[in-house]
């Protein structure tokens, strides 16, 4: 557009200079060799702009015909070059697609058109190529090259990090990644990497360090990055509580404060405090998560956070708790707990109904056969309370990657993943899928009407009452224990009014959990007249 204004100004300026030559008339005269030449004025300026423009057409001319030799050449590269280009372009699609034979192919032509010290891409083409084609060694050779560019090593890092991971070598893996991450922070699976390296073997401060790079990189989000400080810090005020306690009291009150809900780095740092004396600082930030989020470990060291505390100091402390979050299971676990210790066993009882009424799970009966036992010592009932607690839903767990922990732990212990613990309940058992029969509703039995009877079946008769002359006869015929007579109504009809009870052989054996039948019961219940078998 430049260029093309620039043109337009030019002709307008040459065409306003014939104007003004042409309003004002006049001769030039030339004299060379005793001749004189005399011509207009309009007619020198047209010779003189000839002559110029000749001399540039002759000028370019000869310069075209110079260089000539190498605008064929550079012709016949830029071609050549294309040409490559083109082969590496379909070649990394192969790849792409895990076509290896097609990968190999532009490979190899690509080569022959490109330079590898021009382009780069060619050695990637041709390690991809060889994983395609199962040569993983060549694949690694190729990776280890990579690391001698400048421009190609990081991608020869991810390429040997990826083979380690391959072949299950975490050592050789973090140790590439480590590489990359010092080189470049920025790059998400070599931070990650490098992270978990650092977690495992405890280096939460050059965790920590690792964190703050990802965020001024912005490869993570704040609130991310501040909920991986926040366990971070948590994870050293733990390691720091029995050797530093001041600094495992700093780390842990940052983490609080980066996560005010974080169950862990509220008990972390209200412990800490507690060990300094400074029960009401801890006692506060226990409270503030408990508003948030209710957890059995909060109401625990809420609760014994004075040792020298008597049990209905510690009563009254639970059911502070229990203001702070009314209607929820877990503050009146916490109060029915506090109770039974103190021997208020009503209360206790009344909190743990109030729990498995609010959520049915396992721990809530099992605390309830705790008060049970401990106030009546009811044997069968306590046998009841555990047999719906086994078919109950289970409490919460700290689960992480199928591992269920009492405590909570930073990392996972199968994968090494940060932050993987997470507070929920663990997958249910195949007993607990099956509900306890006595806490479903009684509902009466549909009435089957009797289907009528076939005018060709015949009826059976009754059994007849064996004799002792007839029992020899019964020991010789069929003694098939399979083989059972039906019974029909006509039986039921000819048995006597004054027919005795028939007792069993033997009784059956009780099972292990079975609390049996009250004796008193049993004794008011009427005795049945007569038994069919």
């Known amino acids: 557009m430049i260029r093309l204004l620039a043109f337009l100004i030019v002709v307008f300026a040459v065409g306003l200079g014939f104007a003004w030559l042409a309003d004002r008339p006049g001769d030039m005269v030339v004299t060379f060799n005793g001749y004189q030449y005399q011509v207009s004025l309009m007619v020198a300026a047209v010779a003189i702009v000839a002559v110029v423009a000749a001399v540039m057409i002759a000028w370019w001319l000869l310069k075209s015909l110079w260089n000539s030799p190498y605008t064929i050449s550079r012709y016949f590269r830029v071609r050549r070059r294309d040409r490559g280009y083109q082969a590496l372009s379909t070649g990394m699609i192969a790849a792409g697609a895990g076509d290896g034979a097609l990968a190999r192919k532009k490979t190899k032509e690509a080569a022959k058109l490109i330079r590898s010290d021009q382009e780069p891409l060619i050695h990637l083409l041709e390690a991809q190529a060889s994983l395609l084609e199962g040569d993983h060694e060549g694949a690694r050779q190729k990776f280890e090259s990579m690391l001698d560019d400048p421009e190609m090593r990081l991608l020869g890092l991810r390429g040997l990090y990826l083979e380690a991971e391959r072949l299950g070598d975490r050592n050789a893996a973090r140790h590439y990644a480590g590489r990359a991450a010092a080189v470049a922070p920025q790059l998400a699976w070599a931070a990650e990497s490098t992270l978990e390296e650092l977690t495992a073997r405890g280096d939460w401060d050059g965790a920590l360090k690792l964190v703050d790079a990802q965020k001024s990189t912005r490869q993570i989000e704040r609130d991310a990055a501040n909920r991986r400080r926040a366990v971070l810090l948590t994870a050293k005020a733990q390691s720091l509580a029995d050797s530093d306690p001041n600094a495992a009291r700093t780390a842990a009150l940052e983490a609080n404060k980066l996560q005010p809900d974080f169950a862990p780095a509220a008990v972390a740092a209200a412990a800490a405090l507690f060990k300094q004396n400074d029960v009401r600082k801890g006692s506060k930030i226990l409270e503030t998560a408990w508003r948030a989020e209710p957890h059995p ?47 208020d066993f009503s209360t206790a009882r009344r909190e743990a109904e109030a729990a498995i009424r609010m959520d049915r799970r396992e721990g809530a009966y099992l605390l309830l056969a705790d008060i049970e036992e401990a106030e009546t010592g009811d044997q ?96 010789g015929t069929d003694r098939s224990e399979d083989h059972v007579t039906p019974v029909t109504a006509a039986a039921f009809a000819a048995v006597p009014d004054d027919a005795e009870a028939v007792e069993p052989a033997e009784e059956l054996a009780r099972l292990p959990d079975d609390p049996g039948v009250d004796p008193d019961e049993e004794a008011e219940k009427a005795p049945r007249r007569f038994r069919l078998f």
Do not use: C
């Not at 109401?299 to 209905?312: F, I, K, M, Q, S």
């Not at 402390?317 to 506090?338: D, F, G, I, P, W």
């Not at 009684?442 to 076939?454: M, Q, R, S």
């Open 380 to 475: 069968g009932k306590v046998r009841q309370l555990l047999s719906k607690a086994v078919r109950a839903p289970r409490d919460p767990a700290w689960v992480a990657d199928g591992v269920v922990s009492e405590r909570w732990a930073p990392v996972s212990p199968v994968t090494g993943r940060l932050d993987a613990f997470e507070w929920r309940a663990p997958m249910e058992r195949l007993g607990q899928l099956i509900d306890s029969r006595d806490d479903a509703p009684e509902t009466t039995a549909p009435v089957i009407g009797a289907l009528a009877k076939p005018a060709s079946e015949k009826p059976i008769d009754a059994i007849e009452p064996a004799t002792a002359g007839s029992e020899t006869t019964a020991k």
């Open 297 to 343: 470990e909060i109401a625990e060291l809420y609760t014994h956070a004075r040792p020298g505390d008597a049990v209905l100091d510690r009563l009254n402390r639970a059911k502070k708790l229990q203001e702070l979050k009314k209607n929820h299971a877990e503050s009146s676990m916490t109060v029915a707990r506090a109770a039974l210790d103190a021997q």
